[in-house]
C-alpha cells in the first residue's frame, strides 16, 4: 500500500502561482510513476502531468504545458506540482496519484485508472 497526502492548495489570483506538495508513505519503492490530476465540479477527472519515479522523464497535458512543471524528490518521497501563470479555469480539486503498474509507453500514465493510490485532494481556487 502507498499512502498520498497532498498540499500546497489554496486562494490565488489569476496569475499568480502555487506549489502542491504530495507526500508518498509506505511501499513507495513499488510506485513505477506518479501523477497529478485534477476535477472541476461537475467534470471528469482530468490528466495534468506525469513523472517516471526512476529516471525522472516527465508527460504533460497540453493545457498546462509550459504552465505547471512536475517534479520529484526520491530522498524525501515527495510529489511537486510548481503551477504558473494561474488562471481561473485553474481551479479545481487537485490530486496525486500513484501507479505500480508498468505500461511501456509514457502515454498509458494519463489515464484515470492507470493509478492505484490517490490522495485526498487540495482544493486551489484561482480569483479573476
Known amino acids: 500500500q502507498v499512502q498520498l497526502v497532498e498540499s500546497g492548495g489554496g486562494l490565488v489570483q489569476a496569475g499568480g502561482s502555487l506549489r502542491l506538495s504530495c507526500a508518498a508513505s509506505?511501499?513507495?519503492?513499488?510506485?513505477?510513476?506518479m501523477g497529478w490530476f485534477r476535477q472541476a465540479p461537475g467534470k471528469e477527472r482530468e490528466f495534468l502531468a506525469t513523472?517516471?519515479?526512476?529516471?525522472?522523464?516527465?508527460y504533460y497535458a497540453d493545457s498546462v504545458k509550459g504552465r505547471f512543471t512536475i517534479s520529484r524528490d526520491n530522498a524525501k518521497n515527495t510529489l511537486y506540482l510548481q503551477m504558473n501563470s494561474l488562471k481561473p479555469e485553474d481551479t479545481a480539486v487537485y490530486y496525486c496519484?500513484?501507479?505500480?503498474?508498468?505500461?511501456?509507453?509514457?502515454?498509458?500514465?494519463?489515464?484515470?485508472?492507470?493509478?492505484?493510490?490517490w490522495g485526498q485532494g487540495t482544493q486551489v481556487t484561482v480569483s479573476s
Open positions: 513523472i517516471m519515479w526512476i529516471g525522472g522523464s516527465t
Open positions: 509506505g511501499r513507495t519503492a513499488s510506485s513505477y510513476a
Open positions: 496519484a500513484a501507479t505500480s503498474r508498468y505500461y511501456s509507453r509514457n502515454y498509458s500514465y494519463t489515464a484515470v485508472n492507470s493509478y492505484n493510490y
